[in-house]
């Protein structure tokens, strides 16, 4: 069974409005934390923002939020005002106390497209 | 800081070659990994390391070796290259892997390979 499911293969928005990423998770464990990153056409990875499994409060970065709700087991970007550099692959990513390590276990992405 | 680098940027090989992706960060982190990315497949580890000396497999191990012999650097080693090794390789590296750590992992700019 996948660990992390991102359901939306793709997805467009208008320029200036908020777009939803999907993401939900599958863990046994207590303790974990959620990532998410953005990849551009160049390729790297950028690290967006991060929830722990114990905040009490959905973690802010900027224009990024992400939607905690633990009992349905999904942790949601939220991008507010998007841009035409927010084009790119975004990718939700997990870390487990167990497994190797703590090392991350990705989705597979969605393909935000922004349009002007 | 240079952050994470990797060398080569791209390669291309024959089947039954073998090579060794280079990977390098002067953060003096004592967490590295390698991760693959696919097309469709998200990023998939397969080696880490906790430190020098300490290495272990990921979740798609077979056909590569590491070693870590420094803190900061992490080759990745081909052994014999097949068409189905054809990806983009990531590096990356931590302070710490800890269970609901906030710690992110910072990536390298990724190697494309192609096997001929």
């Known amino acids: 069974a996948q660990k992390i499911t991102q359901t939306q293969p793709g997805m467009f928005v208008q320029e200036k409005e908020a777009v939803t990423l999907d993401c939900t998770y599958d863990?046994?464990?207590?303790?974990?934390?959620l990532f998410w990153y953005k990849q551009p056409s160049s390729g790297e990875m950028i690290f967006l923002i991060y929830q722990g499994s114990y905040d009490q409060q959905n973690a802010t970065e900027g224009r990024y939020s992400l939607n905690f709700q633990k009992a349905r087991k999904s942790a949601n970007l939220v991008i507010s005002a998007s841009q035409l550099g927010d084009s790119a692959m975004y990718f939700c990513a997990m870390r487990e106390a167990g497994g190797s390590q703590g090392n991350l276990i990705f989705g597979k992405g969605t393909k935000l497209s922004v349009k002007p | 800081n240079a952050g994470v680098t990797q060398t080569p940027k791209f390669q291309v090989l024959k089947t039954g070659q073998s090579m060794t992706l280079q990977c390098a960060q002067d953060m003096n982190h004592e967490y590295m990994s390698w991760y693959r990315q696919d097309p469709g497949m998200g990023l998939r580890l397969i080696h880490y390391?906790?430190?020098?000396?300490?290495?272990d497999q990921g979740e798609v191990p077979n056909g590569y070796n590491v070693s870590r012999s420094t803190t900061e650097d992490f080759p990745l080693r081909l052994l014999s290259a097949a068409p189905s090794q054809t990806s983009v390789y990531f590096c990356?590296?931590?302070?710490?892997?800890?269970?609901?750590?906030?710690?992110?992992?910072?990536f390298g700019p990724g190697t494309r390979l192609l096997v001929l």
């Open positions: 390391s906790v430190g020098a000396g300490i290495t």
């Open positions: 863990t046994s464990d207590p303790s974990y934390g």
């Open positions: 990356a590296s931590s302070y710490s892997l800890l269970a609901g750590g906030r710690e992110t992992q910072y």
